[in-house]
Every structure is written in structure tokens, then in C-alpha cells.
């Protein structure tokens, strides 16, 4: 029987992957929750004023989502690496590339595209005008890819590191922010009745860049982590 | 199980050396592993073992010098067993992240009935023993084609009739024209030679 080729073998990744993180759900209502519990917050400490709101509204919604994805990222590979399924990864005839890039898709699948379809009810709790509503699950879509781009390799990283919680948000954030810049930019360019296009072009150029760069770094780390 | 030539080198170290915390565990170590071959590692405690294995398949890519070439698809079984809890064992077996060939559910069945889970197909492998979760594992061994199987203590956990069968099923696979390097402080007792490397006093016949 011949190994499957790397399209199949990421098919296969992706609906283990996915299938993982169906039978913990909880896992998947976290970040969701996050996001709630933490939007709700901002009401309280900047007061309820509409206007207030709404002026803070797409900074608030970004950070909150890029914040509830840097909670989640650090999972992407730690129970692998803890059952030992990590060491038969890079054992895999496949390459390695691809079956990361597998990893992360399905890391999206589950955080970022989720939270890009529930913003819209936490846009209308912080009165974010109608109009930019758009313009935020578009640059959520792309903008939360590319954190979790961005976080797998940070993840692959600390992987080996018993605490690395700590490590992965000192090391990530600061790549995150080019795309919060840009994410927070588009909304922001939205309410204002600028046209959002060229934002979203710079963090679909962004993304682009990062599927074609980030596995090569969490492959590399990956092989450093498991050798350590 | 597909016919192989026996004699054909699947695996050749070539002066490797190690040194761990100071300590130097081998050196000047060179052998080639030819199909048909039975390889038993010997050593102490904390003499090298895995981390041998760990270089010879090409996990432990830094810290060591000497060259490894391989020639052969391999298998690799550490002391981890790689099984996620959530899933099934067939669901293990048939998603497995080692990148073989995509086993129908009747090879999957059929291998799992030989490694003595018939009827656990479907539970959660989170309720499986110790020892059930490495009999999973060896169904591996059953369900893939590759020539050389590195075993790190595969009969830890497992109970003594499965020794047994562990052991006919090694020599089976070596009178088929593969390869096994294994690990073990047991004794084997197999129908084919074993050649032993004693990482205490190098290579013995």
C-alpha cells in the first residue's frame, strides 16, 4: 500500500483534527465565551453611552477576538506533542508543511471562523453602526487566518516547554499586531464611509505571505521541539 | 505481507557518537542493518537506547555526529503510544498521523481482532488499559507495509501471551525480508538469529 499524497494526507489531518475537537466542544465554546465575557466588560468600565461605545467599538472587537485566538493557540500542537503523536508527524513520508498547514486550518475552522460569525451580535451590543458590519466579519475572516498562522509558530515553538503560556503571548504578540493595525483600520475605515478595500487587500497580501512562510517556521520548530 | 530480498541494506550508521550532559553514551558506533535482520539493543539503564533509536529514525536530527542513511520506508514505535484518547482505535488507526497508506475498515478490524481488541473497535480509547493502548499500536505493525520497524520496549505493558505473539510476529516479519531494531531488557525467544548491540561493550555476533 502506498502512503497517501499530501493533498490526502492533509484531508485526513484536517478530519482528525476536526473530529478532535468536536468530541471537546468545550473547547471550542471557550474563546466564544471569551469573547463575550470580555466585550461585556467594556460597557462597564468605559460607560454605557451609545456614542462612547460606538467610537470604541472596532478597536474593542479586534483586540477581544485577537486575544480570545491567543488563548487557543497555545493547544494547537500540545496534545500531540504530549501522546507522542507529534514525534509520528515528523516521521510522516508527507511534508511536513503541508500536514502543519492542515493543523492550522483546522485551528481556524474552529476558533477564528466561528468567532468571525458570531461578531456581528457583540458588534450590535457595542452599537458598532450598521454599515461597518461588513467590513468586520470580512477582516475577522481574514485577520484571525492569519493569527493563526502566526500563533502556530509560536505553539510549535513552546511546545516542549511545560509553562509555555506565558512564552507564546511574549513571542506572538508583538507579529500580531500588523494585523490588528490593519483589521481594526478596515472597521474603522467602514464607519467612517471610507472605502475598506485596501485594507482588506494588505491583510489578504498579509495572509498570503504567512501561508507561504509560517509552516516553514513551525515545521523548524516542530523538529527543534521534538528534538530537545 | 509483500516479498522482500533478504540481505538488502535498509539502514547504515556510520560512526555515530553521543554525548549527553558530559558523558559520553556511544562512540565510533557503525553497523548496517540488512533486511532479514533482527536487531536487539542492549544496554543499562540510561545507556543510550532511545536516544539511539531517536537518531536512527531521524527524530534526533542535532547533538550527535556520524551520518545515518536510510533506504527504507520505516515504522516507529517510541514509549509514547500516539493514540488520542478521544478517539476510537479505529478511528486512531484509520486517521494515524504517521502518513501510511488509508487501511479499509475490514484491515482495520481484521488487525485489531489479531492484537486481541475485538470488540473495542469502537470505544473510546480513553477507556482502554495501558496495555490495550499498546496492543493498538501494534496493530500498526500488522496494517503497515514499511521494512524497518524500530520498537522502543515494545513489550512494556503487554501481557505474556501477547509477548508471544509479539515475538512470532518479529520473526514473521524478518523471515518476510523486513527489518527490526528493537529495544528490550527481555530475553528474546524467536525463531530467527538476533543480533545484539550491547551499548556497553559495542557490537556482539
Not at chain 1, 461585556?40 to 477576538?65: K, S
Request: aromatic share 6%.
Amino acid at each position: 500500500m502506498t502512503p497517501p499524497g499530501a493533498v490526502q494526507f492533509c484531508i485526513r489531518l484536517l478530519r482528525r483534527q476536526l473530529l478532535l475537537a468536536v468530541r471537546r466542544p468545550l473547547e471550542i465554546g471557550n474563546p466564544l465565551l471569551f469573547f463575550a465575557m470580555v466585550v461585556a466588560l467594556f460597557p462597564l468600565g468605559l460607560g454605557p453611552t451609545p456614542e462612547t461605545l460606538a467610537g470604541f467599538a472596532p478597536g474593542v472587537l479586534w483586540i477581544t477576538a485577537l486575544l480570545s485566538n491567543l488563548l487557543t493557540s497555545d493547544a494547537v500542537f500540545r496534545s500531540d506533542f504530549e501522546d507522542g503523536s507529534l514525534e509520528q508527524l515528523l516521521l510522516a513520508p508527507q511534508p511536513l508543511f503541508m500536514s502543519v498547514l492542515a493543523y492550522i486550518g483546522a485551528h481556524w475552522l474552529t476558533t477564528g471562523l466561528l468567532l468571525a460569525a458570531v461578531s456581528p451580535v457583540f458588534a450590535l451590543m457595542l452599537n458598532l453602526p450598521a454599515q461597518a458590519i461588513v467590513a468586520l466579519v470580512a477582516s475577522l475572516l481574514i485577520g484571525t487566518a492569519l493569527l493563526s498562522l502566526i500563533g502556530g509558530i509560536g505553539a510549535a515553538l513552546t511546545v516542549g516547554l511545560k509553562r509555555g503560556g506565558m512564552l507564546i503571548s511574549l513571542l506572538i504578540l508583538p507579529l500580531y499586531m500588523p494585523v490588528l493595525i490593519f483589521g481594526s483600520a478596515a472597521v474603522q475605515a467602514a464607519v467612517g464611509g471610507f472605502p475598506v478595500g485596501p485594507y482588506l487587500a494588505i491583510l489578504g497580501a498579509m495572509l498570503c505571505l504567512a501561508i507561504a512562510l509560517a509552516p516553514l517556521a513551525m515545521a523548524a520548530g516542530l523538529r527543534i521541539s521534538i528534538d530537545a | 505481507m509483500p516479498t522482500r530480498d533478504s540481505g538488502v541494506p535498509v539502514l547504515a550508521a556510520r560512526s555515530l557518537c553521543l554525548e549527553r550532559g558530559g558523558r559520553e553514551l556511544f562512540r565510533e558506533l557503525s553497523f548496517t542493518i540488512c533486511a532479514g535482520q533482527l536487531w536487539q539493543i542492549e544496554g543499562a539503564n540510561g545507556a543510550g537506547k532511545t536516544s539511539l533509536l531517536r537518531i536512527l529514525c531521524g527524530l534526533s536530527r542535532y547533538g550527535f555526529t556520524g551520518q545515518v542513511e536510510r533506504f527504507a520506508p520505516l515504522l516507529y514505535l517510541g514509549h509514547q503510544s500516539a493514540l488520542k484518547a478521544l478517539l476510537t482505535p479505529r478511528e486512531n488507526l484509520a486517521f494515524h498521523v504517521s502518513g501510511e497508506g488509508c487501511y479499509g475498515d475490514e484491515q482495520i478490524e481484521s488487525a485489531l481482532a489479531r492484537v486481541g481488541l475485538y470488540g473495542y473497535e469502537d470505544v473510546a480509547s480513553h477507556t482502554l488499559s495501558a496495555g490495550q493502548h499498546r496492543r493498538v499500536n501494534l496493530a500498526r505493525l500488522l496494517l503497515s507495509d514499511a521494512t524497518l520497524w524500530l520498537l522502543d520496549e515494545p513489550f512494556t505493558a503487554i501481557d505474556k501471551a501477547g509477548v508471544d505473539e509479539l515475538q512470532a510476529l518479529l520473526a514473521s516479519h524478518v523471515a518476510g525480508g523486513g527489518a527490526v531494531v528493537m529495544t528490550s531488557h527481555q530475553a528474546l525467544d524467536v525463531s530467527c538469529d538476533v543480533r545484539y548491540l550491547n551499548l556497553g561493550t559495542g557490537l556482539a555476533a
